[in-house]
C-alpha cells in the first residue's frame, strides 16, 4: 500500500492510497480522512460510496465532509466507483463498466473477472483499513446516486455491519429503472432472483435487522422520477415497519452541491449510531 497524497484538513488529514485489490484484481486509490481524534487512538469509520462517474476523489474535494467529521471524530473511507487499469473491462457510456460498478459481484463475461465492488467494499477494504489505521469496527456508510444504491443494499444484506445508513438521492430499485436494469443485465444476466439480491426495495422487506435509514433526496433533482423514484423504497419500507426517513429538498438538484448542503445532517446522524 502506497500513499499518494497527504494534505492537513481541519486539524486532520485528508489522505489518498493506492494499494493491490486481491478480490477486484487490479490497483485501487481509496481515500482516507483521519480526524484529529486519531492521533490519540482508534476512531469509528464512515464508508461513503460515490456515484457514476465518481472516483475517490469527488466526495472530498467536493462534500465539505471534513469539517463535521473532525467535529465527531470520525473517519471517512471513499472507494473508487469500479475497478480499474488497462487489463479491466469497460463500455463506451458513463453508466456502465469503469465508474458504473454498481456495487455488485458480476457472474456474466467480460465483468466478472473484475467488477467485485460488493465484496471489496463489505470485506477487502475494511479489513484493509481496520488493520492499518486508527480506527475501530464502529461502521457506517452513506453514498449518493449508485452509491446511495450501494449503501442501501450493503446495510440491508450485511445485518450487523453497520451502525448506521443514510443516502443522497438514491437508486432504490435499481431492477426497475433505466440505469439499473442496463447495469444489471450486463453484470448479472436476466436472472431477476439475482438482480433482487442487490436491490434495496426488495431487500428491505425481509431485513432481519431494521436500522433506521436517513435518505436525501433534492425535488429539483433531474433523475429524481426516472431513476430515482425515492418513493419506492419508502412504500416497501412502509408495509415492512423498516424506519424510513426520506426527506424531499425544495429546489436541491443531484450535484455536490446537494451533498455539500446536507452532509454535515448525516454526519451527525451517523455519529450518534457510532457513538452510542
Ligand atoms: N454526467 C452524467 C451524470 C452523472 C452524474 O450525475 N453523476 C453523479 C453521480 S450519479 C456525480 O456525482 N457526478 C460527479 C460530480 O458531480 O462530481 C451525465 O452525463 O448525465
Known amino acids: 500500500m502506497e500513499r499518494i497524497e497527504?494534505?492537513?484538513c481541519f486539524g486532520g488529514w485528508q489522505d489518498v492510497y493506492r494499494h493491490r485489490?486481491?478480490?477486484?484484481g487490479c490497483d485501487m486509490s481509496f481515500a482516507i480522512y483521519l480526524p484529529p481524534q486519531a492521533q490519540d487512538g482508534p476512531v469509528p469509520v464512515l464508508y461513503w460510496l460515490s456515484g457514476l462517474t465518481c472516483s475517490e476523489q469527488n466526495f472530498i474535494t467536493k462534500a465539505?465532509?471534513?469539517r463535521y467529521a473532525a467535529e465527531h471524530g470520525i473517519a471517512i473511507v471513499c472507494p473508487d466507483t469500479s475497478p480499474r487499469g488497462d487489463g479491466v473491462a469497460d463500455a463506451d457510456g458513463y453508466d456502465l463498466g469503469k465508474g458504473a460498478g454498481f456495487y455488485v459481484n458480476a457472474t456474466q463475461a467480460p465483468w466478472a473477472a473484475h467488477y467485485?465492488?460488493?465484496?471489496?467494499?463489505a470485506d477487502e477494504l475494511p479489513a484493509l483499513v481496520e488493520a492499518q489505521f486508527p480506527v475501530s469496527d464502529a461502521r457506517a456508510i452513506s453514498g449518493h446516486s449508485m452509491g446511495g444504491h450501494g449503501a442501501l443494499v450493503l446495510a440491508l444484506s450485511k445485518p450487523g455491519r453497520y451502525r448506521s445508513v443514510s443516502a443522497f438521492a438514491p437508486i432504490v430499485a435499481p431492477s426497475l429503472v433505466p440505469w439499473g436494469q442496463k447495469a444489471f443485465a450486463a453484470y448479472l444476466g436476466d436472472d431477476r432472483a439475482a438482480w433482487a439480491q442487490y436491490d434495496a426495495s426488495a431487500l428491505i422487506t425481509a431485513a432481519v435487522e431494521k436500522l433506521p435509514v436517513l435518505i436525501d433526496q433534492g425535488e429539483a433533482d433531474e433523475f429524481l422520477e426516472v431513476?430515482?423514484?425515492p418513493w419506492r423504497l419508502k412504500d416497501a419500507a412502509d408495509a415492512a415497519g423498516h424506519p424510513v426517513y426520506l426527506?424531499?429538498?425544495p429546489g436541491y438538484d443531484h450535484s455536490y452541491y446537494f451533498i455539500a448542503s446536507f452532509i454535515g445532517e448525516h454526519i451527525a446522524h451517523h455519529a450518534a449510531a457510532l457513538k452510542a
Open 64 to 66: 465539505g465532509a471534513q
Open 21 to 24: 485489490s486481491a478480490v477486484l
Open 227 to 229: 431513476e430515482l423514484q
Open 6 to 8: 497527504h494534505r492537513a
Open 116 to 121: 467485485r465492488m460488493f465484496d471489496y467494499v
Open 247 to 249: 426527506r424531499m429538498q
